[in-house]
């Protein structure tokens, strides 16, 4: 006699709650499928999300999936095509790996829509729904059926993922986190293959905005490093507050050896990493000049 091994509903609820520590972190992981699916733009629109029973709305232009797709990959939990080391499309390196990350979205709400237009396809949609009262009542997940619907589409590809019926609020806070977390997943230099996420919630239109111009005002720490046309340079580093926390100037830059923070500017914060730094001699630049009038630079230092 041979059997086979079952997962009763509850398996859905444990694993969509456990794999983040807040509801927001879910919508993200909708923001990285995008990302992964080649997208140039990701929106994520909330409404009424500040009350139970709120929708979100995740929309992409990235590739989209085909019936075989949706079977074989979005169906399946546990499993993804995804090679983090294989480029897609676009040369991005895909950040998703588990084959979970949707889960944690999609249970935030009692409703799901997904519909999806595959880039192989052009001129089909297809669209599925998952109402997870369904399973409430099943001894196991296998025993609810899912239907996909296919219809015709003038649309471009993409996707757009709706989550109704919200079983939480996402307040300020939470939406705030939201907000921050998609800061990094976009690309600061616009180009034709850059991946940008918006925020649309009537409630904190101050958040979205946050969104698109925070990616520099929200960078964690930031260096400035400048030299002047007798290569004399000189350093500092930053919080987020703009408050300077070191600073070196050309003596601590070109004195050799391994040596600490040059200069701390306020109590607080731990030291920077050593620098190394070894010179042989004065260097022609610094006799003749560097030829520019100035070189300024800044390296922006964000968390993901
Ligand atoms: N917006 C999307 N566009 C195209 N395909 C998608 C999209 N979202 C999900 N998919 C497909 O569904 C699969 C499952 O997504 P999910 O986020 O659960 O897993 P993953 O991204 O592969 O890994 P991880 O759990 O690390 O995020 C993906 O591997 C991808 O094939
Ligand atoms: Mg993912």
């Known amino acids: 006699m041979s059997e086979i091994l079952r997962f009763a509903p509850s398996i859905l609820a444990r694993l969509g709650e456990e794999l983040v520590s807040h509801p927001d972190q879910g919508i993200v992981e909708l923001v990285k499928n995008a990302y992964d699916a080649d997208a140039r733009l990701c929106q994520v629109t909330l409404s009424e999300t500040t009350q139970h029973g709120g929708r979100v709305i995740v929309r992409d232009d990235g590739d989209g999936m085909t019936i ?3 079977r074989d990959g979005w169906l399946v939990l546990g499993r993804s095509g995804k090679d983090p080391m ?3 499309r676009l040369g991005r390196l895909p950040v998703g790996e588990k084959g979970l990350g949707r889960l944690a979205a999609l249970r935030l709400g009692q409703r799901v829509v997904l519909v999806t237009r595959p880039r192989d396809e052009p001129g089909a949609e297809y669209c599925m729904e998952i109402d997870w009262a369904l399973f409430d009542n099943v001894p196991v997940v296998e025993d609810v059926p899912l239907e996909i619907e296919k219809r015709p589409t003038s649309e471009g590809y993409g996707t757009s993922i709706t989550i109704s019926n919200l079983v939480s609020p996402l307040r300020r806070m939470d939406t705030k986190r939201l907000a921050r977390s998609l800061i990094p997943l976009a690309d600061p230099f616009e180009s034709d293959r850059s991946f940008s996420a918006e925020l649309i919630s009537d409630d904190f239109r101050d958040l979205e905005q946050l969104v ?3 990616y520099f005002d929200e960078a964690h720490h930031r260096l400035r490093a400048e030299l002047d046309p007798d290569a ?10 703009g408050n300077i926390k070191w600073k070196a100037d050309h003596r601590d830059l070109g004195r050799s ?3 600490r923070s040059p200069r701390r500017c306020s109590n607080s914060g731990s030291s920077p990493s050593t ?17 520019f009038r100035r070189l300024e630079g800044c390296i922006y230092i964000t968390g993901v």
């Open 212 to 214: 698109t111009s925070g």
């Open 68 to 70: 075989q797709q949706i």
């Open 232 to 241: 004399r340079g000189s350093a500092v580093a930053m919080d987020h507050r």
């Open 275 to 291: 620098f190394r730094h070894s010179r042989a001699g004065r260097q022609p630049w610094e006799k003749y000049g560097t030829g």
């Open 257 to 259: 050896g391994t040596y």
């Open 86 to 88: 294989e480029r897609t």
